[in-house]
């Protein structure tokens, strides 16, 4: 059987494709069946898919009308053979050791999901910034009834291998486009993996500057609201689960829509707000809100956003024009030191970057 399935979603990205493409076919680890999706592309990516296929027999051509990147990655699950399964986005690239190491950590502890760090990366300068956020669970195996905060890390699916299995109860949700269809699947593989391991190294570049990317829609941030909906019926069926990370949960989920309303239109900003306030105020209801809650999403802001989101968003308002402008100062000069990085910038320009 073939170790690793590597699930490619494609749509539009021919300027990134190739990059991408030769990052997979060049690992080290050489049992791979590589899936393309192409999710009815109008640019040449699907050219692109045929002319790699024809030099690597190990490339698998789905192509399909325009149907969202849930429904691609269902589809390419459902025609994965791998034991484990890995997701490249066709706009990032990795290096040439990543599966290789990720299996064999995977095998050598059998666990369900292996999950390394990753970079930030620009193509202008090809700049690149070790995230570093998961560096307080590095070679620690565990899962979410022994160390529950692992389930508010960012739902960065393509930074992992997951057994195969896994996905035969879990599946993405087929909506438009494709913005934040990881965030639920994310959670269910979290929670119900019993054995999982992070390791501090990073092998994934996380393209940050392409303007076509789904982080950068700013109509598709409601989309947001259905993923935790998908993710309170999985809770409402294990409430085992649910006793345990409900917390961590609401604190995800308020950290999601705090990056969701950032890259909303300001005219889109009042409807998102009413619409998380309303989910907010039903769990307020129902008794959810802990202690532990309110102090790491700050009583006063989760308060202000069930009894007047209006003053809330004003609040959203004030909030992002003060980040605009010390976003202007720390491109003046800044420098940033944690475990695994620095980096000191001057009039906007990286001098230093070391990680």
Partial sequence: MTKISVI???CNVEKYLSQCLDSVINQSLKDLEIICINDGSKDNSLKILQDFAQKDNRIKIIDKQNSGYGDSMNKGIEAAAGDYI???????FIEPDMFEELYKIAVENDCDIV?????????????????GRINDY???ITNIFETPEI?????????AIYKRTMFDTIKFLPTPGASYQDTSVSFKLFATAKKVIFTNKAYLYYRQDNINSSINSSDKAFFVCKEYKEIDNFLEQHKEIKEKVNTQKLIAQYKACRWAWKRLA???RPKFVEQI?????TYQQKGEFSQEFLHKVKEKNITLLVNSPEKFLKKIENDLQKEKWQQIRRNLFSVKINKSRISITLFGKQIVNKG
Avoid: A, C, H, M
Avoid at 86 to 92: F, K, L, M, P, Y
Avoid at 277 to 281: A, E, P, V
């Fill in 8 to 10: 490619v979603p494609v």
């Fill in 86 to 92: 890995g997701i490249v986005e066709s706009d990032d």
């Fill in 115 to 131: 999950k390394s760090d990753w970079y930030n990366y620009w193509t202008q300068g090809n700049r690149k910034e070790k995230n």
């Fill in 138 to 140: 590095g070679g620690k």
């Fill in 151 to 159: 389930i508010t890390l960012q739902p960065t699916l393509w930074s």
């Fill in 266 to 268: 300001k005219e889109q």
């Fill in 277 to 281: 306030s309303k989910d907010f105020t």
